[in-house]
């Protein structure tokens, strides 16, 4: 099991170029999320999804949009890159089964928009 | 939304010594979770304790719904405790967690 994966690792932008974050898993999980984590700070939900073709918005969704066209698959976008947009970007899939629940996360995607 | 403050937002310890972290949450709560963040920005699940009591080796936890609050107690630190501890809820009806800012912690040698 590879678990939650995320690709890129690293990644720089212009202001105003596009991008899409890219999260798989392989756990059979219903559930997908991404976050964005400031300096300093907490996690703050972006979007998430509970199956397969189904999307969310959570705190901060401005500026992003999200896909789901495959269970597996969780996918961040940036239509137009702005500063303010410089974090690192967590994904995470959960799951809830025999009396607990558990939420699993990727490695982070480092973005910088200049 | 529901509200979740941890405290203390900083903690130094020494090798040995034993800590409590606190989460207060805003509004009753059906999940609550723990996670420790590495040094490495890394995000481990440690607890999932909507209610109760657990325990994991030198790490424990205890929510008292009714009281609004979780307790984390980590008791003979090492040095690979170091790292933020979030505290994590969702509320009733909710299908995400909401994230407290976290206690940063650091134990040293």
């Known amino acids: 099991n590879a678990g939650v994966t995320q690709t890129p690792k690293f990644r720089v932008l212009k202001t105003g170029q596009s991008m899409t974050l890219l999260c798989a898993q392989d756990m059979n999980h219903e559930y997908m999320y991404w976050y964005r984590q400031d300096p300093g700070m907490g996690l703050r939900l972006i979007h998430y999804?509970?199956?397969?073709?189904?999307?969310a918005k959570g705190e901060v969704p401005d500026g992003y949009n999200v896909s789901r066209l495959k269970k597996q698959n969780f996918l961040l976008g940036l239509e137009s890159a702005a500063p303010s947009q410089t974090s690192v970007y967590f994904c995470a899939s959960r799951v809830a089964r025999d009396g607990t629940d558990t939420q699993y996360f990727g490695p982070g995607t480092r973005l910088t928009v200049l | 939304g529901i509200q979740v403050e941890q405290s203390p937002p900083d903690l130094i310890l020494q090798e040995g010594a034993n800590s409590t972290l606190r989460c207060n949450f805003s509004?009753?709560?059906?999940?609550l979770q723990w996670f420790h963040q590495n040094p490495w920005g890394q995000l481990i699940n440690l607890f999932y304790?909507?209610?109760g009591t657990k325990q994991n080796g030198r790490l424990s936890a205890t929510t008292v719904a009714t009281e609004r609050y979780s307790l984390l107690y980590i008791s003979s630190s090492q040095t690979t405790d170091s790292g933020v501890y979030f505290c994590a809820v969702e509320g009733t009806g909710r299908r995400a967690l909401t994230f407290g800012s976290g206690t940063r912690l650091q134990v040293q040698p």
């Open positions: 999804s509970v199956g397969e073709g189904t999307t």
């Open positions: 509004d009753s709560v059906n999940n």
């Open positions: 304790i909507p209610s």
